[in-house]
């Protein structure tokens, strides 16, 4: 028995198959263009490492597999003297071998840095000293004193912190603030801080930097003191 043949419904008045036609192209077209719309477009930003440019997105992150890295060369320093300072002082001390809070004092750059018990500089400041003392090696602050003097060079100094002594055992060597005669006259001026002009074992910071020193070390602290050039 042969299936009725399938009724065709009439199309409505105006309707005709072409205009179905445009209609379900214009639809699918409309499709495409939401579909754009909803598709996040990734801005892009031009990131430079020296010379070289990459692509990068507008977050800032960066494929470091496509990065061109620039080494960049640091330069020796150059020792200091009696009359001439120490040149590119580096921003960290010349002391791989400890870590944790201390004060590291280099004789040949003429300078201290301080250091806090996470490894991280806290300051650094150019001092005046002397080559030969005190000796190089490790050391720990013993006591302080806002003030003190010396009656043999007739001078009073602030912020003294002693952690050795000198030659003959019996004069302390520490940081402290530039010493000042009895009329109150510096025994030098802070423009020669950096030079190896000492001539007691002592080492000499501005007034300023000797107080941030005093105010950082406590009784029991590391020194470390670097060789002479």
């Not at 997105?57 to 150059?78: C, I, L, Q, R, W």
């Not at 950096?194 to 070390?217: H, N, P, Q």
Request: hydrophobic residues 40%.
């Amino acid at each position: 028995m042969a299936s009725p043949p399938e009724q065709q419904r009439a199309l409505p008045a105006g309707l005709t198959p072409g205009r179905i036609a445009v209609a379900a192209l214009l639809g699918a077209i409309g499709l495409a263009v939401v579909a754009a719309w909803t598709i996040p477009a990734v801005a892009t930003a031009e990131t430079r490492v020296g010379t070289s440019a990459v692509a990068a997105p507008a977050t800032g992150t960066v494929d470091d597999s496509t990065v061109a890295v620039k080494t960049v060369k640091h330069k020796s320093p150059v020792v200091a003297s009696r009359i001439h300072k120490a040149k590119n002082v580096p921003d960290f001390p010349r002391d791989p071998a400890h870590f944790g809070k201390r004060i590291v004092y280099d004789k040949a750059l003429m300078t201290v840095w301080l250091i806090d018990k996470e490894n991280q500089v806290v300051a650094r400041y150019p001092v005046v000293g002397r080559f030969d003392r005190p000796a190089k090696g490790t050391y720990h602050v013993f006591s302080k004193s806002p003030k003190a003097y010396n009656p043999n060079s007739k001078v009073t100094f602030n912020w003294m912190n002693r952690f050795t002594y000198g030659p003959d055992t019996k004069s302390a060597i520490g940081f402290h603030a530039i010493p000042r005669y009895y009329n109150g006259k510096a025994m030098h001026s802070t423009k020669q801080l950096g030079l190896a002009i000492a001539r007691g074992g002592c080492v000499r910071l501005s007034e300023k930097a000797a107080k941030v020193v005093y105010d950082f070390l406590k009784v029991g602290d590391l020194v470390v003191v670097l060789p002479s050039p």
